[in-house]
């Protein structure tokens, strides 16, 4: 074989295996590419509210120990839409993981909607140890047939912010116009008389200055976080259910991720839960008291006057009751359920 000839061969081969590595590259670079698992997780809260303090932990170590293969690109304050929408973004695959509170969604989240029962539950840490136990005794599986629930983080008890009323009877609060959050919490309100109205949450500050709304009722850490306490003066320490905000997929969507990665996910969350707790309380150690120093006078009902409303709540609880089970839902067992477990914590 000629000196031309072998010239000719060499080019051919490093050619072709010049080729060669372009597929593999380009092969090994779509196989990379696929190995990514980009999730898109949407709330209704800012960046940093203590309700993101969870997930964002959660995500954080999700990408950590899967060295990058999951990756979550976070989208706060409804930055990929609105409240109402977001469990049809997750049905529709617009966001893969949602953060809001189950008083959006009260004809969906209908059994656990036991949180807001007045009187029942007290406290934050107790909330989510009801909620995980509901779901493993199977009370929630009707709210659940179609979506994973991730996280419960629950809220210290409800009360009511008034702005220049300080509301001591049934009578007082029901010449008042009261906001309320919507849902079992709205119809909670409405047993005890006052007119209810509807603002939607960016408007609330300015309808409270305004006097288009007499006062609120909500949960602490958020009456503080939307800063409520410089338009209202009043405190009323009123235990009025909890407040449960639900970190959750799609189960189609959870389905489809591989097996390792949601075996990472179930490991991480417990100590997401803590994490979330100890974050909330280092941040706020004693509410009363941090209301106090921002100006806000905090006090209770009379004993008697507060067993002229506890009875009317409890009447609420009982057609409540009543509502769910006509429906098929097991909400006495879930109310004496979620009684049981509180006493653990007495």
């Given at each position: ?21 372009g ?53 706060y ?25 189950i008083a ?79 849902g ?17 949450t960016?408007?609330i ?28 003066k ?11 905000n ?33 974050r ?48 098929g ?13 509180v006493?653990?914590?007495?």
């Open positions: 074989m000629n000196r031309q000839s072998v010239i000719r061969m060499s080019g051919v081969l490093l050619l072709g295996l010049a080729l060669l590595a597929v593999f590259v380009q092969g090994t670079s779509r196989a990379s590419a696929a190995e990514t698992i980009n999730l898109k997780f949407a709330t209704l809260f800012p960046q940093q509210d203590p309700m993101c303090y969870g997930p964002q932990y959660l995500f954080r170590e999700l990408e950590k120990r899967t060295g990058g293969k999951v990756k979550v690109t976070e989208f304050s409804q930055s990929l839409g609105k409240a109402p929408e977001m469990l049809d973004m997750l049905d529709k695959g617009i966001a893969d993981i949602a953060v809001f509170p959006i969604f009260p004809r969906v989240f209908q059994m656990s909607s036991v949180m807001s029962m007045p009187g029942l539950i007290g406290k934050r840490a107790v909330a989510g140890e009801v909620m995980y136990e509901l779901g493993y005794r199977g009370l929630l599986d009707k709210d659940f047939a179609d979506y994973k629930a991730l996280m419960w983080e629950g809220t210290e008890a409800m009360g009511f912010g008034f702005v220049d009323k300080k509301v001591t009877s049934l009578e007082d609060l029901r010449k008042l116009k009261v906001r309320a959050p919507g079992a919490q709205s119809d909670i309100l409405k047993a005890l008389g006052p007119s209810v109205v509807t603002i939607p960016p408007d500050y300015m309808a409270l200055d305004r006097g288009v709304a007499d006062g609120l009722t909500t949960m602490p850490g958020w009456y503080l976080t939307m800063k409520m306490h410089e338009v209202t009043y405190w009323l320490w009123k235990p009025m259910g909890i407040g449960a639900l970190t959750v997929m799609s189960k189609k969507k959870w389905n489809s991720l591989p097996a390792d990665v949601r075996a990472e996910i179930a490991d991480i969350l417990p100590a997401a839960k803590y994490h979330f707790l100890q909330i309380t280092e941040q706020i150690p004693d509410v009363k008291a941090h209301l106090r120093e921002l100006g806000v006078e905090v006090y209770t009902l009379d004993p008697k006057e507060e067993a002229r409303w506890n009875a009317l709540l409890d009447e609420y609880t009982e057609s409540w009751i009543a509502d769910m089970e006509a429906k839902y097991p909400a006495r067992e879930t109310v004496q359920a979620t009684k049981d477990i006493k653990r914590f007495d």
